[in-house]
């Protein structure tokens, strides 16, 4: 679970505007934050399955928001991956 304070950097820092929560960029942030922080517990609860199926589906969320970015905006797809450290 992340705090409000670390999903308001990740919308602070790929927000489109002062008020963007629910772009595509900002999603796919918020969604790696969750998948490193659960992968993390997931190191430390290796026999927690709901866990896991839960980070699988995001997972799949971000891989589709991905692609999305990709097919709608090719330079910002680029930027995303380098600054969220996934290429």
Do not use: C
Not at 18 to 46: M, Y
Not at 53 to 59: E, K, S, Y
């Amino acid at each position: 679970m992340l705090s409000k304070r670390q999903k308001q950097g990740a919308v602070k820092d790929f927000a489109k505007h002062e008020r963007d929560t629910g772009s595509a960029e900002v999603q796919v942030a918020l969604l790696t934050k969750q998948i490193k922080a659960l992968a993390d517990h997931l190191k430390k609860h290796p026999k927690d399955h709901h866990s896991r199926r839960g980070l699988l589906m995001m997972v799949g969320k971000r891989r589709k928001f991905l692609a999305y970015v990709k097919r709608e905006n090719e330079p910002m797809y680029t930027k995303l991956m380098k600054k969220l450290e996934l290429a």
